[in-house]
């Protein structure tokens, strides 16, 4: 079993639309998610970061953490054609810590 | 988010040659650099964590004398890929940990550099 599992995708939805993207992973001891954006043949943009469970919000896009569950999730609302692209979720033990990546979901929000 | 800038972007090389790879951080000093490889539909993979005047970490199953990573400054970390072969044919990225970044890990990336062995 992979530390963190996330679906690859493709996810095609219309503009405008709810996208909710998500991971899960089996590491109870992860404190830290991260979601990075990476566009083709670039290096990842970081979006969002959490500490432990709870949710957090950044204009369109809002984490959240439910480690009760092993479960963590992007919400994008509005989605643009800008937003195509690759999501990787992201977690770590700690500070100083290695960070494990899911695969990424591949987006692609249709105008 | 931070500037990280990486050179070259794209290279092919002949298949036992050795490729170097710079990795700069724009906006900060930067004691730790991470390089990562990725393949095609694939996550990033660790490969090892780059200390300023220090030896750098590989991880498991990385061969620490094929990748030789250097961090001499506080700003600049090399990846050099000796005697390339086709299979270290990816995609190569540093990312960089701000001052600040120790305690959550927020890391950030450079664009990344295609290498392609023939």
């Known amino acids: 079993q992979k530390e963190v599992e996330q679906d690859p995708g493709p996810l095609s939805v219309p503009e405008g639309a709810i996208v909710s993207l998500n991971c899960t992973y089996s590491n109870s001891a992860f404190q830290y998610f991260m979601w990075y954006r990476q566009y083709s043949r670039k290096g990842p943009e970081l979006l969002m970061y959490?500490?432990?469970?709870g949710n957090k919000e950044d204009g369109r896009f809002t984490a959240q953490v439910d480690k009760s569950s092993k479960y963590i999730s992007l919400f994008i609302r509005d989605s643009q054609p800008s937003d195509s692209a690759t999501y990787l979720c992201?977690?770590?033990?700690?500070?100083?810590?290695?960070?494990?990546f899911g695969t990424g979901t591949k987006l692609q929000v249709i105008p | 988010g931070a500037v990280v800038s990486q050179h070259p972007s794209r290279v092919i090389c002949k298949s036992g040659t050795s490729v170097k790879i710079e990795c700069r951080s724009l906006d900060f000093q930067a004691t730790t650099m991470f390089w990562y490889r990725q393949f095609p539909k694939q996550s990033l993979m660790l490969m090892a964590t780059s200390n300023e005047g220090s030896k750098a970490t590989y991880e498991q199953g990385v061969e620490k004398d094929k990748f030789l990573i250097n961090h001499a400054s506080l700003t600049l970390s090399t990846l050099t890929v000796t005697s390339a072969h086709p299979e270290d044919s990816s995609f190569y990225i540093c990312s960089v940990l701000p001052p600040t970044g120790p305690q959550t890990n927020e890391q950030y990336f450079g664009p990344g550099t295609r290498l392609t062995v023939t």
């Open positions: 992201a977690m770590c033990l700690g500070g100083y810590q290695k960070v494990t």
């Open positions: 959490t500490y432990s469970s």
